[in-house]
């Protein structure tokens, strides 16, 4: 009816008034946030499927608002985007996780081709002095470069802009392994890979979660790896749930894998109980 009608468009516009005035109100609490160190990074430990050791970790962000609780990444990361805070939250995730990477060596935790990856938003990309950053990152804690990876989306590739390339080529002389995330969500072409001197790819979770059950995911996702292993490029599955999931993407070659079936992400104190616990001998 014309009322009904009426109602729902009453709602709605209320509905989208609150997540307007949800926005707001995160980022106020985001400039907080930051000056009050309300951040904190997680990770998740990277398997090598052939012989079950930990190569590397994720590092992901976590937000603890002291009244809304534990905030996740997906809340509000695209509000620091979009209002250009996330140049300061990008180069504080870099500085911390290669402040932690290298706390990590000194414990002796990792090997020597432990790699800690590093989420980069495309905007933090193109709009902040990355390269500088990253480098001051390293000297600053005495890291090696080849211990960073730094996990790109496709659309940087896309873009192809030659400011882009310049700092991707970069990044690859200071020794920073690049990663492109999410990888068969946008329409990247593996063409590119090589071109931007890409040594991993992650391929998402909304294929792996279905190579089980759906035939079609299983082709894409096996095609993706023999492509890549030709350009000798790396995969890493992400979001990896079972046993059955981790065999399968070891059948179908894949390299490395990350997900619940080993740990979810844990925070610094967790993540070193979990390295100790899965020490070689
Ligand atoms: P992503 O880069 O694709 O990260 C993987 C996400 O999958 C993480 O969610 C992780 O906790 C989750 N995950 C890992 N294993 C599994 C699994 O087996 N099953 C399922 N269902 N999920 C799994 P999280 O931590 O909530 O992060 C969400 C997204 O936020 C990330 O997606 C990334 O795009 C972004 N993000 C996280 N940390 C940062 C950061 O420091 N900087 C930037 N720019 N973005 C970040
Ligand atoms: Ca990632
Ligand atoms: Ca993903
Ligand atoms: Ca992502």
Redesign the pocket.
């Known amino acids: 009816t014309k009322d009904s009608g009426r109602n729902n468009y009453h709602f709605f516009n209320e509905a989208m008034h609150q997540r307007v005035q949800d926005r707001l109100n995160i980022l106020s609490y985001l400039h907080e946030g930051l000056s009050k160190r309300q951040f904190e990074?997680?990770y998740?430990p990277k398997i090598d499927l052939a012989t079950g050791r930990i190569i590397g970790a994720?590092?992901?962000?976590r937000w603890h608002h002291p009244v809304r609780g534990l905030i996740?990444?997906?809340d509000f990361?695209p509000v620091a985007e979009q209002s250009g805070l996330?140049e300061e939250m990008?180069t504080w995730?870099v500085e911390e996780a290669c402040r932690y990477c290298k706390q990590c060596e000194e414990l002796g935790l990792i090997e020597s081709d432990f790699t800690m990856a590093?989420?980069?938003?495309p905007v933090?990309f193109s709009r902040g002095a990355i390269t500088e950053v990253v480098d001051e990152a390293l000297k600053k804690n005495g890291l090696a470069a080849q211990r960073l990876e730094l996990?790109l989306t496709e659309s940087l590739l896309i873009d192809n802009s030659a400011s882009i390339k310049r700092a991707l080529l970069q990044l690859r002389k200071l020794g920073v392994e690049l990663a492109i995330?999410?990888f068969g969500t946008g329409y990247s072409n593996l063409g590119y890979l090589k071109a931007f001197q890409v040594g991993v790819l992650k391929i998402d979770?909304s294929f792996i979660s279905k190579i089980l059950e759906a035939e079609q995911s299983r082709i894409l996702v096996e095609a993706i790896i023999q492509v890549a292993s030709r350009l000798n490029i790396k995969v890493v599955a992400?979001?990896?749930?079972s046993q059955q999931m981790a065999e399968a993407l070891f059948v179908l070659g894949c390299d490395q894998a990350?997900?619940?079936?080993w740990t979810?992400?844990l925070n610094a104190m967790k993540f070193e109980k979990y390295m100790r616990d899965h020490q070689r001998e």
Request: charged share 25%; aromatic share 6%; glycine share 10%.
């Open positions: 990074l997680y998740q994720e590092a992901l962000i996740t990444p997906d990361i996330i990008g995730v590093v989420n980069i938003s933090q996990e995330d999410d979770r992400e979001g990896v749930e990350q997900g619940f079936h979810r992400p």
